[in-house]
């Protein structure tokens, strides 16, 4: 049986990518790498859009890259109302008790395609 992705990237053009993102308290840098390369960019942010998924954007997205519609009707859906996003994003899981990032459990991962083939 093979391991599930950590991460899902979705594209701009609604392409996912599974991303073995790394966790644990020794991978904090490794894991910015990660993100900071999957996300083309310098600086990024969470958005908290539920407690089991956390959409990681690229802090400077709006003037770098095109809207990705698929991650703005998502948040959409939970509420995010506010604006519109822009350029690839990466869902892992809600973050732990002590603020984590944790990885997308099989379940979680399951929900989230399954929400956004419904949108």
Not at 22 to 38: I, N, Q, Y
Not at 74 to 87: D, N, V
């Amino acid at each position: 049986m093979t391991k599930p992705a950590s991460a899902l990237l979705l594209t701009c053009n609604t392409h996912l990518v599974e991303i073995d993102l790394p966790f644990g308290t020794d991978s904090s840098a490794e894991r910015r790498a990660v993100l900071r390369a999957v996300l083309r960019c310098d600086y990024f942010d969470v958005v908290a859009l539920t407690h089991r998924w956390d959409m990681w954007i690229d802090d400077e997205g709006q003037s770098r890259h095109p809207v990705n519609p698929a991650a703005t009707a998502l948040a959409q859906r939970f509420g995010f109302t506010h604006q519109r996003y822009h350029g690839p994003v990466l869902f892992t899981g809600g973050p732990d008790e002590e603020g984590n990032t944790l990885p997308l459990l099989r379940e979680q991962l399951t929900g989230l395609l399954l929400t956004l083939q419904d949108l």
